[in-house]
């Protein structure tokens, strides 16, 4: 094998379950709030008035936001050079703060990198083995909220991606590869682990922007060009609408409650994979998602100690996959450690009904007329 293209969920699912690196910015002075201002949204998918919606929580909380003299305008003029030993301090106090990572987000940067690029080597020359990233590196045009925002991104999900990619590639050699290895981007183009590393948001959404190209070769070979494309995983269950063999894409994109600005294939998801764990939500509403049980420990019914209920613990007790021959047999599934997890969710919301011996039977709601399955 010559050549290997690899996507992969791991940045987005880094970002959405909130396991990213301990990270800090560096901004110039007065503008670390942009971040958490951020055009005055609130939650994305609620009204900002809505006041059971928790404030937005910013990935770098604002003690670690920190800030220096410096300052370039839009033609990229320099008024104010940068002051490098306020930056020195800005790494002693983050280095003491335990980050692990550093987003270098200055004014203006898309017009002249000067500064922000003196910044990033006084930061990697004195925090050695942390993970530094500037915005002009990673979305170097106008606009200073989704600049800084999708830098941040790429700061707190980078650590994880690089030992993942470094992990991938001493296996990958060890057992006897020699080809090329490149990463399916989330544009749905491809590049080398050495461009990736450092830009560690472009991988958000890779694995599923490879489905819409799939969708199109596979659409070629029955005259199809306008499709729709499913791709459903252990986090998101992602579809693509795809008009006369054009695969969209945007800058409009929010993973969570993350403003990512880079090019995406614009792809719709919901939190219905199937290790996404359901959960109920101030209101007394019924919520699948966005936080996943994942492979290890995963759902409930794999019986490898998670307890959280899934969408497959709900798929196994609705009949929707058999106990006995999940993945051809290979995984038994457990069906009581199923209804367990399902029950955490189906109490609180006084739903009736059980499951015995792999038979569903079903029971009345407390909403009249409706019947619901035993979960």
């Not at 201002?37 to 998918?45: A, E, F, M, S, V």
């Not at 990673?138 to 030992?163: C, D, K, N, Q």
């Not at 693509?240 to 800058?251: F, M, N, S």
Request: net charge negative; aromatic share 8%.
């Amino acid at each position: 094998m010559d050549l290997l293209i690899h996507g992969t969920t791991l940045a987005t699912n880094t970002l959405i379950n909130e396991s990213g690196a301990k990270t800090g910015m560096i901004t110039t002075k007065d503008f670390r709030d942009i971040i958490e201002i951020r055009r005055g949204y609130k939650n994305i998918r609620a009204s900002m008035y809505n006041v059971f919606v928790p404030p937005y929580r910013p990935l770098v909380p604002r003690h670690s936001r920190l800030e220096v003299e410096e300052r370039t305008v839009h033609s990229g003029e320099i008024l104010t050079p940068l002051n490098e030993p306020q930056v020195e301090q800005a790494i002693a106090k983050l280095k003491e703060k335990g980050v692990q990572s550093v987003a270098i987000c200055f004014l203006h940067s898309y017009a002249n990198p000067r500064n922000e690029e003196r910044a990033t080597e006084i930061a990697k020359a004195l925090f050695d083995g942390a993970y530094i990233t500037a915005s002009h590196e990673i979305l170097p045009v106008w606009r200073e909220f989704e600049r800084f925002s999708t830098t941040v991104v790429s700061a707190y999900v980078g650590p994880v991606v690089e030992r993942y990619l470094h992990a991938l590639e001493r296996r990958l050699k060890d057992s006897g590869f020699h080809g090329s290895l490149l990463l399916m981007l989330s544009s749905g183009l491809v590049e080398t682990v050495e461009y990736c590393v450092p830009r560690a948001v472009f991988l958000i959404g890779s694995g599923p922007a490879a489905a819409p190209s799939g969708a199109v070769y596979l659409g070629q070979g029955v005259d199809h060009q306008s499709l729709i494309s499913i791709d459903m995983g252990g986090t998101s269950f992602d579809v693509c609408l795809i008009r006369r063999g054009e695969i969209p894409t945007t800058t409009e994109s929010w993973v969570g409650d993350e403003r990512v600005a880079i090019k995406m294939v614009d792809i719709h998801s919901a939190g219905a994979g199937g290790g996404s764990i359901a959960w109920v939500d101030s209101l007394g509403l019924l919520r699948v998602g966005p936080h996943s049980a994942g492979a290890e420990p995963g759902p409930a019914c794999y019986g490898k100690g998670g307890e959280a209920p899934t969408v497959t613990d709900a798929d196994l007790l609705l009949g929707y996959v058999p106990a006995d021959f999940f993945l051809g047999g290979e995984i038994p599934l457990n069906v009581e450690r199923a209804t367990q997890a399902i029950k955490k969710v189906a109490d609180p919301l006084s739903r009736s009904g059980y499951l015995y011996h792999g038979e569903l039977l079903y029971g009345r709601s407390d909403h009249r007329g409706v019947n619901q399955a035993g979960i």
